[in-house]
């Protein structure tokens, strides 16, 4: 089933908008613009603070983290104010130390 009523009754105590957004929800591909939408909302009308992004494998995190630093493409990138950390157990511990350190005034 994948109506909003059905999503109710098996994860109570959520809104209606968000069961009509989970019938949207397709297990046929990852939907980058639909992440990145997502972060810029939060990220210009949200407060500081981190967020977490968990994908699949490293090309997704690689692909993401392309999207994401594309002038062209990305409110984000332009915005010139995240710090995008691609995190995977095959990228350098040094690189991802740089998650723990505190990101200078403005930034996220």
């Not at 069961?19 to 297990?27: I, K, M, P, Q």
């Not at 493409?73 to 740089?98: C, E, V």
Request: proline share 6%; aromatic share 10%.
């Amino acid at each position: 089933e994948d109506s909003p009523l059905w999503w109710k009754r098996e994860l109570p105590g959520y809104s209606m908008r968000t069961y009509e957004s989970l019938t949207r929800v397709s297990d046929e591909g990852i939907n980058y613009e639909l992440i990145i939408q997502l972060l810029e909302h939060l990220c210009f009308n949200c407060g500081e603070g981190a967020i977490l992004v968990f994908l699949p494998g490293l090309a997704e995190i690689t692909r993401l983290y392309e999207d994401l630093s594309d002038e062209h493409a990305s409110r984000l990138a332009r915005s010139g104010n995240i710090m995008i950390f691609p995190l995977h157990s095959s990228l350098t511990s040094a690189d991802q130390k740089l998650v723990f350190e505190r990101p200078p005034a403005g930034q996220r």
